[in-house]
Nanobody, 126 residues
Framework: QVQLVESGGGLVQPGGSLRLSCAVSGFTSDDYAIAWFRQAPGKEREGVSC????????YYTNSAKGRFAISRDNAKNAVYMEMIRLTPEDTAVYYC???????????????????WGQGTQVTVSS
């Protein structure tokens, strides 16, 4: 059974940085994609970044480009997202999700993802 467990959220001042981690387990296929989504109060869940399990293909939403970096460590069964220059608009619950479709144009679409973590809160505030 696929399981995803996020960690690394917290309170950070504007301009600060955080690294989110997603511990991944239970995959029987080596072709999948892991994405980070976020959901702020009163807003729809938004795809932030996505990475292929097989190669270096990645996706970023426009607001994340240049500030966020997704990476994976297959030996540690983990996916990370480094976030810099955080703003209050980045405040949300961040979710790690997995799709067995592999990497593709669906990487920003929540309904394309089969498995979800429990979420980790990121709050950017002074």
């Amino acid at each position: 059974q696929v399981q995803l467990v996020e960690s690394g959220g917290g309170l950070v001042q504007p301009g600060g940085s955080l690294r989110l981690s997603c511990a991944v387990s239970g995959f029987t296929s080596d072709d999948y994609a892991i994405a980070w989504f976020r959901q702020a109060p009163g807003k729809e869940r938004e795809g932030v970044s996505c990475i292929s399990s097989r190669d270096d293909r990645t996706y970023y939403t426009n607001s994340a480009k240049g500030r966020f970096a997704i990476s994976r460590d297959n030996a540690k069964n983990a996916v990370y997202m480094e976030m810099i220059r955080l703003t209050p608009e980045d405040t949300a619950v961040y979710y790690c999700a997995a799709t067995l479709r592999g990497w593709g144009p669906w990487c920003s679409t929540p309904r394309a993802f089969d498995y979800w973590g429990q979420g980790t809160q990121v709050t950017v505030s002074s």
